[in-house]
């Protein structure tokens, strides 16, 4: 008897996809790229606005912090103790010799815009051609360095201090004869110190040149040739808003806080400032739209009237925070308690 065997070859069973299940396949493939491309643009966007929301944190923090550590050294005049006399209140813009002596009854002073629109006006020349933005305060922080300056060091055209604590002389550094004749109660001379006017205000540019429409918070200060020289500082600040404490009954803590005092008397009588700040980033969100209103301080009048600040909306693509600081002055409010 034979037995036959039929051995039949794999590769004659072999067959390659369909149309249909190609497409299928093809489908499923373009799916999953979809799917991953989405996660890809969506993390990408994602670490974008982080990037974003960080450098809006930092500049509001640092933002804060400057003005925090200047406001507090405002009224510093060096071994000086004395309450000045209160007279008119001098040009914040003037750097001259007689408007600086006055500054000693006013170390901090300021504007207030009363609408989105205003600005500064004669009294500000120094903010005339400096992009200041409209419906922003101006704050002025009037003192002296806390670095003493020796004699050999003087430049012509800047203005020194020299002060002990019941007499005080203003000059400039090439002035002659010398004028720095006090002494202390070691009958050494008493410490010279150069003058600081630092002005903060609101741009509406932060490269002014290219008109880049980046807000940025800016400073005037007293240069080594005796005029005002502008300093960029924080990129992305785009308001700001100044409420000041008046000390009405002499304990050296604020009573009220008001957008502007009204007389001389009320300037010298400040022992507080409270800095809001409006922080935006510095590139716009595609799809986000800002319908938010921002608190930026208020204050109250003698005769009990409230007044707050609101900004906003701004209907646009930026996002925007508040920072806000309280700060005591702690020169002027110590030597009102003696």
């Known amino acids: 008897m034979k037995i036959f065997f039929r051995v039949q070859s794999g590769m004659s069973q072999a067959?390659?996809?369909?149309?249909?299940?190609?497409?299928?396949?093809?489908?499923?493939?373009?799916?999953?790229?979809?799917?991953?491309?989405?996660?890809?643009?969506?993390?990408?966007?994602?670490?974008?606005?982080?990037?974003?929301?960080?450098?809006?944190?930092?500049?509001?923090?640092?933002?804060?912090?400057?003005?925090?550590?200047?406001?507090?050294?405002?009224?510093?005049?060096g071994g000086w103790g004395r309450p000045a006399d209160v007279s008119a209140v001098p040009p914040a813009c003037d750097v001259g010799v007689s408007a600086i002596a006055d500054i000693l009854a006013f170390p901090v002073q300021g504007w207030n815009a009363s609408s989105a629109t205003a600005v500064p006006g004669?009294?500000?020349g120094c903010?005339?051609?400096?992009?200041?933005?409209?419906?922003?305060?101006?704050?002025?922080?009037?003192?002296?360095?806390?670095?003493?300056?020796?004699?050999?060091?003087?430049?012509?055209?800047?203005?020194?201090?020299?002060?002990?604590?019941?007499?005080?002389?203003?000059?400039?550094?090439?002035?002659?004869?010398?004028?720095?004749?006090?002494?202390?109660?070691?009958?050494e001379d008493a410490d010279i110190r150069t003058v600081l006017k630092h002005i903060y205000f609101i741009t509406s540019c932060s490269d002014c040149a290219s008109n880049d429409g980046v807000p940025t918070l800016r400073r005037l200060e007293i240069a080594n040739n005796g005029g005002l020289t502008s300093i960029a500082l924080v990129e992305g600040i785009e308001n700001m808003q100044i409420d000041f404490g008046l000390d009405d009954n002499g304990n050296s803590s604020p009573d009220r806080f008001v957008a502007e005092p009204a007389s001389a008397v009320e300037w010298s009588s400040v022992v507080a400032v409270r800095i809001n700040l409006l922080v935006r980033n510095i590139l716009a969100t595609p799809g986000h739209e800002d319908t938010k209103e921002y608190l930026l301080g208020s204050g109250v009048s003698t005769s009990g009237t409230v007044t707050e600040k609101v900004v906003g909306p701004f209907n646009d693509g930026f996002k925007r925070s508040v920072y806000s600081v309280t700060v005591r002055l702690q020169n002027p409010a110590g030597r009102r308690e003696l």
């Open 122 to 124: 004669s009294d500000w």
């Open 127 to 187: 903010l005339a051609s400096a992009n200041f933005k409209p419906g922003t305060d101006v704050l002025v922080v009037n003192r002296v360095s806390t670095r003493v300056t020796e004699k050999a060091s003087l430049q012509s055209s800047r203005l020194y201090i020299q002060a002990t604590p019941i007499d005080i002389v203003l000059s400039r550094g090439d002035a002659d004869p010398d004028p720095f004749i006090l002494q202390n109660e070691e009958d």
């Open 15 to 77: 067959r390659g996809f369909s149309l249909v299940e190609f497409m299928v396949a093809m489908a499923i493939g373009l799916i999953l790229i979809a799917g991953i491309m989405t996660l890809v643009i969506g993390n990408l966007q994602g670490y974008g606005e982080l990037i974003k929301s960080g450098h809006k944190i930092e500049n509001g923090r640092f933002a804060t912090q400057l003005l925090r550590d200047d406001v507090a050294h405002a009224g510093y005049f």
